[in-house]
């Protein structure tokens, strides 16, 4: 189950575990049940939205906006649609982090 029991809040997990597995349970089950013929398609390119997040200044490294650090801004698609080209689903694979920024850099 990980965690340590006696932390606050560890008496929801066995419940919330069991809400998860049901939802995998009935997800998987529709999936199943609704099966049916399908393309797919792949493709990638670059989304310019993720922002490095560790700023080296006065010798710290500081979390903070680096323009100019390493960031990767590939994105993979995969497109399933039907045989009559109708969209089934769509799966984008983007390597972002919690803190980034869709502003225009300025200076």
């Not at 965690?3 to 929801?12: F, I, N």
């Not at 990638?44 to 993720?50: E, I, K, L, M």
Request: glycine share 10%; with cysteine; proline share 4%.
């Amino acid at each position: 189950m990980g965690g340590q029991a006696s932390l606050p809040g560890m008496e929801l997990v066995p419940a919330y575990r069991d809400k998860v597995f049901a939802a995998i349970r009935a997800a998987a089950r529709g999936a199943r049940d609704s099966q049916r013929a399908a393309r797919t398609a792949a493709t990638h390119g670059a989304c310019d939205v993720t922002v490095n997040r560790r700023l080296q200044t006065n010798g710290r490294t500081i979390v903070a906006q680096n323009w100019d650090g390493e960031r990767d801004t590939t994105m993979t698609i995969i497109r399933l649609d039907d045989i009559d080209e109708r969209p089934i689903a769509t799966i984008v694979g983007y390597g972002t982090h919690p803190i980034s920024c869709s502003r225009t850099r300025t200076g």
